[in-house]
């Protein structure tokens, strides 16, 4: 779903990824670990257009991010069709980012209507189900500044969903939340995975890394230094940069 060869991103001087490889099969849950600033954000960013790369290849579900090929020759894609690729991968950032003056039912509905043009009736049925599958279905009329951080992070969730994305991002989904509110959330992740979604999860919660986790990778200062499933790489760590990391997170 997801294949990255000899990825390369510098903002400015600043080289930040450094030669990334990797491949995410499809219904995988693939966990990102690292120290801050190793450049998971980035790696994410650039997965869904946010960023363009450097050097390397970078292709979802088979097609090139950013470009179209033809022949041996590399087309740039214009904004609408980056656009249009950017509907079929959905992501959840720290901050739930949800529009402050719409109700959960409402944001959940903006992107179809909105994007897709899709008639509102079918756009609600939609939501309505996905707020049932995060668990608020009671809360559909709620505004965000009505509902805590864990409900407003599970209604950013089905937002993602509400497009009916082939691979989910997930950037430290759980970061900004209280400690008793980050179950639920992951519950949530948990039934995404179980329901066969491809999800890329950069996260601390090295227990859902460990149950949920199908592949487990640590990067640091801008590489791959250790990948493997989780449970090897999080009892067994081969590498001292991965030993020290996990030494302070566990
Ligand atoms: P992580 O998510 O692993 O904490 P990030 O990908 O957010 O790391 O950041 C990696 C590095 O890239 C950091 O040093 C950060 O300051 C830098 N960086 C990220 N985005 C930008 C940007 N738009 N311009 C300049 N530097 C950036
Ligand atoms: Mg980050």
Redo the contacts with the bound molecule.
Sequence with gaps: MVKAEGVHKS??A?H?LKGIDLEVAPREVFCLI??????????LRCINHLEKINAGRLSVDGELVGYRQRGDKLYELKDAEVARKRRDIGMVFQRFNLFPHMTALENVMEAPVQVRGEAKAVARARAERLLDRVGLADKAGNYPSQLSGGQQQRVAIARALAMEPKLMLFDEPTSALDPELVGDVLDVMRGLAEDGMTMIV?THEMGFAREVGDALVF?DDGVVVESGHPRDVLTDPQHERTKSFLSKVL
């Design positions: 903002f400015g600043a930040i690292g120290p801050s600033g190793s450049g998971k954000s980035t790696f950069v990067m």
